[in-house]
């Protein structure tokens, strides 16, 4: 029998628990590491079912949630039920599997702050959040391919995933089989504050994502689309003829 505790539900039942992640991670009324972490450590079951529908929050509670899943025997299988946002979409790389619901979606982005001071501040501000981007960026790589760079870039653009996209580019493992979702039964992410910061607040707003084509582990870039500067042939010759006409 689970309980609500904090945007959490755990049902500990035997064989397989069933995790609950429906809320926001940290802040004033999200999910706390502290009160989640023991009650995942209390969890004996050989298998985990974590469903996310969370629009993600702080770094650092991420971190821990993450860390903890990762660190727990069992086998731990995610499903992405509504949306993983931000802090929950690294959550979910903790899981051996992970799965995209129908209707699902996926957000990453670079970490974000707010800071007050001098010039001092903001600079050590920023080196703070180039690392914990930098982190962050890892978990990506580590479960997707591809280099840390690759999906730092990623982040800057603040990417939305759909169910396929999250497959494709390596973060989810499976969609679940489509069918026709009107949009009255369409699964979102609940309404929250977390959001309201970026220019793309779900993935119908956001353009399509970069799919990157992973060859042995390393990823090739489609670069035909990408601007580059244009080049001219020069008839040496000519030119030598008219700059002796012009120094007459």
Known sequence: MGRATNGFVIKNEAG???VYLLADIGGYDGIKSQDFVPELMAVKASDIELHINSNGGDVHEGIAIYNALRDHPA???VHVDGVAASAASFIAMAGDQV?????????IHDAMTIAMGNAAAFREAIAVLDQ???????????RAGGSPADWRKRMKATTWYNASEAVAAGLADVATADRTVNAADKLRGYESAVLNSFKYKSRDEAPAPEISNKVDGTDTVDSSHEETEPTYKVDLSALRDALKEALK
């Open 16 to 18: 397989t628990a069933k």
């Open 75 to 77: 086998e731990v299988t």
């Open 99 to 107: 799965i995209m619901n129908r209707g699902s979606t996926m957000m």
């Open 132 to 142: 914990v981007s930098n982190t962050i960026a890892e978990l990506y790589a580590d």
